[in-house]
């Protein structure tokens, strides 16, 4: 479990987290669900499937979550139980310099997801996904071709 | 100065490092150069420059490197100098996790390089290159759409 690590570990995964990861929230539109939406948080790390041993032996430190391979030779990484992504991330916030806010703002909203009981509380946390999105994607997506 | 920071903070630049940093050597053609090629070994984190705030904080933490940002809005940290690489390698080695063979592969290039004498010598230094750049590169690059 990721809350007993040493803080040297939880360190490196808040770092491998802040440069190739993703803490990421979907309102899917889900008739199933109360208000119409099902509110989908989602952390993914991402690693060429070149890496295949030590990225198993890093995801095995984390303890929870699923790796799967797509199949463009991307694995994927997923932690997608609420109760895991919030350990998660309280685990690794004070370590993390560059995804402060989004882990600040996910929190906030998982705290709110588990308090809902009207369709304003329910507006309101879709105010807040909305706010995360916004904080979270810019238009223009990485490309990491080296240019040297 | 990178090798004065607490293991904390050095293990959070290897996670950064290896979820999504590059270390990189090429050999250019440089008929300036004793046997006609440049060995130029390089570090670079890449991020976008929506975050050049507090990535700008991690790169001080660093202390050495230019940033410099490119047109297509990403920013990329570059450490290009022998004795910086070398220092900056040798301090985040331990806590290192999926480079840890690229970084004992890169520090012997380094070596290689400074002991050359001979036409050799220079021929075994371009084999070390060729070898890093087989164990670095896939043919397939990471595409980092989310897909879920």
């Known amino acids: 479990?990721?809350?007993?690590?040493?803080?040297?570990?939880?360190?490196?995964?808040?770092?491998?987290?802040?440069?190739?990861?993703?803490?990421?929230?979907?309102?899917?539109?889900?008739?199933?669900?109360?208000?119409?939406?099902?509110?989908?948080?989602?952390?993914?790390?991402?690693?060429?499937?070149?890496?295949?041993?030590?990225?198993?032996?890093?995801?095995?430190?984390i303890g929870f979550g699923y790796m799967r391979e797509r199949k463009d030779g991307v694995l994927e990484y997923t932690i997608?139980?609420?109760?895991?992504?919030?350990?998660?991330?309280?685990?690794?916030?004070?370590f993390s310099i560059l995804k402060k806010r989004q882990i600040e703002l996910m929190l906030k909203i998982l705290d709110a997801k588990e308090k809902i009981e009207s369709e304003s509380d329910f507006q309101a946390l879709l105010e807040l996904v909305d706010s995360y999105r916004s904080l979270n994607y810019s238009k223009k997506r990485i490309n990491r071709v080296l240019t040297p």
């Open 80 to 94: 997608n139980k609420i109760a895991d992504i919030r350990e998660f991330l309280k685990a690794i916030y004070p």
């Open 1 to 61: 479990m990721v809350k007993l690590l040493s803080e040297v570990k939880k360190a490196y995964i808040a770092g491998f987290l802040d440069g190739d990861g993703s803490i990421y929230v979907r309102a899917k539109p889900n008739s199933d669900y109360r208000f119409g939406f099902q509110i989908a948080p989602y952390i993914i790390l991402f690693q060429s499937s070149k890496e295949k041993e030590k990225f198993t032996e890093l995801c095995k430190l």
